[in-house]
C-alpha cells in the first residue's frame, strides 16, 4: 500500500485525471486521501480461475500461480471498460506481473511494476525446511482445504516451487519483451534483471512522507530484548523466525544469562501462535500502536533468510529509531545499501554477539540509529523517491513515441 500511496501521489500531480481499478477487493486504505483519483473494484469470477487452474496442469507449462491468480473473465471486462472510455489514457502502470502480462497489448504507454521477482521468491523457498514450519504458510484459515492439501503434499512442495520458479521465469521474460518500461522495488533485482534483458528496469520504491520524532530510548532494562514485525502467516517470515530460534536464541541465552524475551508482532493464526511459543518466541500479534512495542524493546531485528522485494520492517524500524540487528538479505533490497551504516550478521552467535553489544552499549546503540535515521531520511524522502517514479512515468511515454 506504501508503493500505491506513491505512485499515486505521482500521477496525481502529473495528470488530470487517475483511475485505480483493483482486480482484488480493497479497502483503498490510506490511498483514498489522494484527491482527483477515482477507485472501481472489478467484478471477481472465481469459477474461471477453477477453471483456468485445471487446464493449467494438463497443460504444464504455464505458472500456477498464474493460472489461479488471472481471472481472465475480469480482465476482459477490464479492457472492454478501457476500450470504453473513448480517450487513450495518457499513461497505464499495470501494478504486477499477472495483470500486465494480459494487458501488455493495450497500445498505450505503459510502466510495468513488478515490484518484485517470482521466480527469484519460488526458488529461495524452494530450500526452506518445510517439515519444521508451522502449516498453515498462506495467511489463510487453518482449516482451509488449500492449507489441508498443502500438509498432505508437503514433502512435495519444495519440487512445486522449483516448477513455479522455473515457469514465472518464462512469464516474467514475456512481459518484459512486451515494450512496457519495466520496475521493480529493489535494486539488486532490478541490477540483475536489466543485465538479463539488456533494457533499462528502474527502481522505484515507496516514500516515506516523513520521518516522525524517534520514540526509541536506550532503556538498562527494556520490557523485550528484541522485537521482530512482519505478518507473521507469511512464509518468508516464518522461516527467519525458525532460523532465529535454532540459530541465535542459545547464544543470546548464554549471552543474557536467561531466556530472552522477543517480541513478535503481527497478525497470526492459532497454529502459529502455539508454535511461536514452542520455540521461544512471544507472539503479541497486532498492536494498534508499534511504537510503543519497539519502545520498549532493546533492538529490533530482521533474521531473514531469503530474500527479494524489499523488507519494509527495516524502514519502520529506522522511523522508530531503533537499533537494528539484520542479515544481508534484510538489507539487500534498500536503495544504497551499501553505503549505509549497519552491518548485516549472516551467522547466528554473531547476530546475537550484535544483539547483546547494542543492549549493553548506550553509545553504540545511540549512534547505530542515528546513522539508520540518516540514511533512510536520505533515501527515502517523498520528494527523492516521487523524483524517480516521476522520471519513469515520462520515459515510459517517450518510448511509446519513438
Not at 100 to 106: E, K, N, P, R, Y
Not at 218 to 234: E, I
Not at 336 to 355: H, I, K, L, R, T
Request: contains cysteine; glycine residues 8%; proline residues 6%.
Amino acid at each position: 500500500m506504501a508503493v500505491l500511496r506513491t505512485a499515486l501521489g505521482v500521477l496525481d500531480a502529473s495528470f488530470d485525471r487517475v483511475t485505480v481499478c483493483f482486480l482484488r477487493p480493497s479497502t483503498v486504505d490510506g490511498a483514498a486521501a489522494v484527491p482527483h483519483v477515482d477507485y472501481v473494484q472489478l467484478p471477481d469470477s472465481r469459477r474461471a480461475r477453477v477453471g483456468q487452474l485445471v487446464a493449467s496442469g494438463i497443460v504444464g507449462h504455464r505458472s500456477l500461480n498464474e493460472a489461479a491468480g488471472i481471472d481472465r473473465t475480469q480482465l476482459a471486462g477490464l479492457e472492454a471498460a478501457l476500450c470504453g472510455v473513448g480517450v487513450t489514457p495518457d499513461l497505464f502502470v499495470l501494478d504486477g506481473l499477472r495483470v500486465a502480462a494480459t494487458l501488455s497489448h493495450i497500445g498505450a504507454p505503459a510502466l510495468v511494476d513488478l515490484d518484485d521477482l517470482l521466480s527469484v521468491r519460488y526458488r529461495a523457498w524452494a530450500s526452506l525446511p518445510f517439515a519444521e514450519l508451522p502449516f498453515d504458510i498462506f495467511g489463510t484459515n487453518p482449516s482451509s482445504p488449500v492449507n489441508g492439501l498443502a500438509r498432505r503434499l508437503r514433502p512435495l512442495l519444495p519440487h512445486v516451487l522449483r516448477h513455479e520458479a522455473r515457469a514465472a521465469e518464462r512469464f516474467e521474460l514475456d512481459v518484459c519483451a512486451s515494450g512496457a518500461r519495466l520496475s521493480l522495488v529493489n535494486p539488486v533485482e532490478a541490477a540483475a534483471l536489466s543485465q538479463r534483458i539488456g533494457r533499462i528496469v528502474d527502481t522505484l520504491p515507496m516514500a516515506l512522507p516523513s520521518l516522525p520524532s524517534a520514540t526509541w530510548l536506550y532503556r538498562c532494562d527494556p520490557r523485550f530484548d528484541a522485537a521482530f514485525v512482519g505478518r507473521v502467516t507469511h512464509l518468508s517470515n516464518l522461516a527467519s523466525l525458525h532460523w532465529f530460534a535454532q540459530e541465535v536464541l542459545p547464544e543470546l541465552r548464554r549471552l543474557l544469562g536467561r531466556a530472552p524475551r522477543i517480541a513478535v508482532v503481527g497478525r497470526t493464526s492459532a497454529t502459529v501462535e502455539r508454535w511461536l511459543r514452542s520455540i521461544g518466541l512471544e507472539p503479541l500479534g497486532f498492536v494498534p500502536d508499534l511504537a510503543d512495542v519497539l519502545a520498549a524493546s532493546a533492538v529490533a531485528i530482521a533474521p531473514q533468510i531469503v530474500g527479494g522485494g524489499v523488507n519494509t520492517k527495516v524502514l519502520d524500524y529506522a522511523a522508530a529509531g531503533i537499533p537494528i540487528v539484520g542479515t544481508t538479505n534484510a538489507f539487500a533490497g534498500l536503495l544504497a545499501s551499501e553505503e549505509a551504516e549497519w552491518s548485516p550478521v549472516d551467522e547466528g552467535q554473531c547476530f546475537a554477539e550484535a544483539m547483546a553489544a547494542i543492549r549493553f552499549d548506550p553509545r553504540r546503540a545511540a549512534n547505530s540509529v542515528a546513522a539508520v535515521r540518516d540514511h533512510v531520511r536520505v533515501n527515502y524522502d517523498l520528494a527523492t523517491v516521487q523524483a524517480r517514479w516521476h522520471g519513469a512515468m515520462a520515459a515510459a511515454i517517450d518510448e511509446q513515441g519513438t
